[in-house]
């Protein structure tokens, strides 16, 4: 049960002795408090046992009474703004919108405007999550300024955490458009010698590594084998030229720019990456298709489908949206 901004329950039979353990068991459903969210609380010291105030470690016993303070939701300081949206699907919990490239997702220092969320604001009226906080009000999950493509966004707390919970269970599918540079092939022996890869099927090499920040750029991710979180994408081919391929990008984990940290680290980086592409010389392409690539200002990457369970009414939805003009334009300099 819930007053106010406490949620308070009782510790049921045959706890967890932990008290971080038995919390996580036993919180009402209805208060919609994830493990990770319950973890930072008792790290603000918002959790109480019998009154007292307790540490994850606390040990607990059936009976207990439990009360959890929730910070009120911050007032949004982020202002509505008239922004087009492509919106595939909206219902009373979350909506489905195709992000065009050159949008951030949420307001951040350098970037206090034009972002997907001062658009979200004023098209439903503040109609959103209070989760993410001020700043991020319903973002589940994003993608960079510069890719284009699906996200999902709660506009119910309820929404928020059933689908943040799939992102982080991996259950949520994702599946990327990108050119890269070059043709990964199966037969090159420096594929298949490079640390982290491997080839499923005979067709489609997987990556796996582990991605942390850049020891000396911040603003960078980059491929270690200690530390760091976990990361594995799939990577198919659609199509081949001579100089660059299409290829499909399937996301086991969601990490900060993990696919284009993924294709560097293979030697294939994507076209138009100005952090992790590289500057290629295409000698002896055609001049349609070199100019094609020099005149591709942004990562060529498009986040095509998106798929999940609906947190509210379980159904499966699945969405698909076609990369915008400049992509198309691209492969076909690159096909013709």
Known sequence: ?????TVTFVIA????SRLDKAIARDVPAEAHLSRSRLTKLLQAGAVRVNGAPAMARTRVVAGDTIDVSLPPVEDIETRPEAIPLDILHEDADLLVVNKPAGMVVHPAPGAPGGTLVNALLHHFGGAL???GGARRPGIVHRIDKDTSGLLVVAKSDAAHHGLAAQFADHTASRRYLAVCYGVPDPADPRLRGLRGLSW???ATLKITTRLDRHRTDRQRQAVTWEGGRHAVTRIRMVETFDIAALV????ETGRTHQI???MAHAGHGLIGDPTYGGHRKVKGSRPVAAAAIAGFARQALHAATLGFEHPVTGRRLDFETEPPADFQALVAALRA
């Open 200 to 202: 499923e099927g005979g």
């Open 13 to 16: 039979a045959d706890p967890p």
């Open 129 to 131: 999550s209070g989760v």
């Open 260 to 262: 284009r940290v993924h």
């Open 1 to 5: 049960m819930s007053s106010g901004n």
């Open 248 to 251: 499909n990008c399937q996301l």
